[in-house]
C-alpha cells in the first residue's frame, strides 16, 4: 500500500481542495488521511459562516464531519456539487481507491458529483495503475470471486483486520479481496470485467471520474486538470 506520504503534504493537498467549497454547496466527504484534511479546513470554514452541508462516504468521514460541525445529508436528499476524496493511486484521470474499503460509496459520491477533485501527495502518482485492486464482496461470494479474479490473471488476497483475528467488514457488511494484477494496462477493460462478476459489490478501479488532481507536497501543492 502507497501510505508512505507526509501528513504536511497530504494537509496541503486536502486543504487546496477544501478551498474550492462554495458557499450554498453540498460537497461529498471522501475517506481517509488526506480527505479527512479536507474535512477539517470545511469544518473551520463552516465556523466561520460557510453554509454547506455534507454527505459522508463512510462511517469514519461521517464522524469526523459531525465532530467538526459540518451539516449532513445523505443522497436521497441532496445532489453533489463537488466530492473531494483521496486515492491509493493516480494515473492521469483514473484511480485506485479503496485503501480504506471505503470504495463502494466513495464511487458512488464521487460519480454522482458534478466536479470530483482527488487529494493525494507525491507516493500516490504512476505513470501505470498497479497497486492491487481493492474488491468488495457479498461474503458468501469471497470464493467464487477470488476464483474470477484469478482467471483474469489477478491475485486475490482477502483483506483481514490490523489488530484482531478476522477480516476487514466493510460499512455494507461485505468483504474485502485486494487484487494484484500487475501493471493494468486498460483500466476500463479491468473494470468492466470485474463490475460483471457475480458477488462483486464494487471494485476500487475509478476510471476516468477524476476531474482534478491536487497533489500535496511539504513546499505545495501542483494542481492538474
Ligand atoms: C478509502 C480510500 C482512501 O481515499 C485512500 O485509501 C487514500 O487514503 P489516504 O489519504 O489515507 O492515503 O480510498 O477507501
Redesign the pocket.
Known amino acids: 500500500?502507497?501510505?508512505g506520504?507526509s501528513d504536511a503534504a497530504?494537509r496541503a493537498a486536502g486543504e487546496s481542495a477544501a478551498e474550492a467549497v462554495e458557499d450554498g454547496m453540498v460537497v461529498g466527504l471522501?475517506?481517509?488521511?488526506?480527505?479527512?484534511h479536507a474535512i477539517r479546513a470545511i469544518g473551520r470554514a463552516v465556523d466561520a459562516g460557510l453554509d454547506v452541508v455534507g454527505v459522508p462516504?463512510?462511517f469514519q468521514s461521517r464522524e469526523l464531519a459531525r465532530d467538526c460541525g459540518i451539516p449532513l445529508a445523505d443522497l436521497d436528499d441532496a445532489s453533489v456539487d463537488l466530492a473531494i476524496?483521496?486515492?491509493?493511486e493516480v494515473a492521469g484521470g483514473d484511480l485506485?481507491?479503496?485503501?480504506?474499503?471505503?470504495?463502494a460509496r466513495?464511487k458512488v459520491v464521487d460519480a454522482s458529483a458534478d466536479r470530483f477533485i482527488v487529494?493525494?501527495?507525491p507516493t500516490?502518482e504512476a505513470d501505470v495503475l498497479a497497486h492491487p485492486v481493492?474488491v468488495e464482496v457479498l461474503p458468501m461470494a469471497r470464493s467464487t470471486v477470488a476464483e474470477a479474479v484469478e482467471a483474469l490473471d489477478g491475485d486475490p488476497d482477502l483483506r483481514r483486520a490490523a489488530r484482531k483475528d478476522g477480516p476487514v467488514v466493510t460499512d455494507n457488511g461485505n468483504l474485502v479481496l485486494d487484487c494484484d494484477f500487475g501493471a493494468i494496462e486498460d483500466p476500463a477493460a479491468l473494470a468492466g470485467r470485474l463490475s460483471e462478476t457475480p458477488g462483486v459489490v464494487a471494485h476500487?478501479l475509478f476510471v476516468g471520474l477524476a476531474d482534478e488532481v491536487h497533489v500535496g507536497t511539504d513546499d505545495g501543492v501542483s494542481v492538474r486538470d
Open positions: 500500500m502507497k501510505q506520504g497530504k471522501g475517506t481517509g488521511s488526506t480527505a479527512a462516504t463512510s476524496d483521496g486515492a491509493d485506485v481507491k479503496g485503501g480504506g474499503a471505503a470504495h466513495e487529494v493525494a501527495d500516490k481493492p476500487g
